[in-house]
């Protein structure tokens, strides 16, 4: 089973994203998925969540501006990211919540710049 997210890239502040993670159906249709970020010398940190049914979680740092979702059809979980912020930049990654470490992927850079 893997976890892979895409969907990042470079873009100027108030811009907007959208991050995608494709998992194997059988486990991500029963499991509450998060994204989560690590910015250059921090600790990686959860951003949002999503269960299974829709209930949304997010970090008081993008409240209001991310917004998480879930298509169990395709095993897949996005995140719509606008008005970004320069402290947004991070490497972004999709995994369980809680997350397991043999799920972590690459992730997907993304960069808040002008």
């Known amino acids: 089973v893997q976890l892979q997210a895409s969907g990042g890239g470079l873009v100027q502040p108030g811009g907007s994203l959208r991050l995608s993670c494709a998992a194997s159906?059988?486990?991500?249709?029963?499991?509450?998925m998060g994204w989560y970020r690590q910015a250059p010398g921090k600790q990686r940190e959860l951003v949002a969540r999503?269960?299974?049914?829709?209930?949304?979680y997010y970090a008081d740092s993008v409240k209001g501006r991310f917004t998480i979702s879930r298509d169990n059809a395709k095993s897949t979980v996005s995140l719509q990211m606008n008005s970004l912020k320069p402290e947004d930049t991070a490497v972004y990654y999709c995994?369980?919540?809680?997350?397991?470490?043999?799920?972590w992927g690459q992730g997907t850079l993304v960069t808040v710049s002008s």
């Open positions: 999503i269960g299974s049914g829709g209930i949304t």
């Open positions: 159906g059988s486990i991500f249709n029963i499991g509450i």
């Open positions: 995994n369980f919540f809680p997350y397991r470490d043999s799920f």
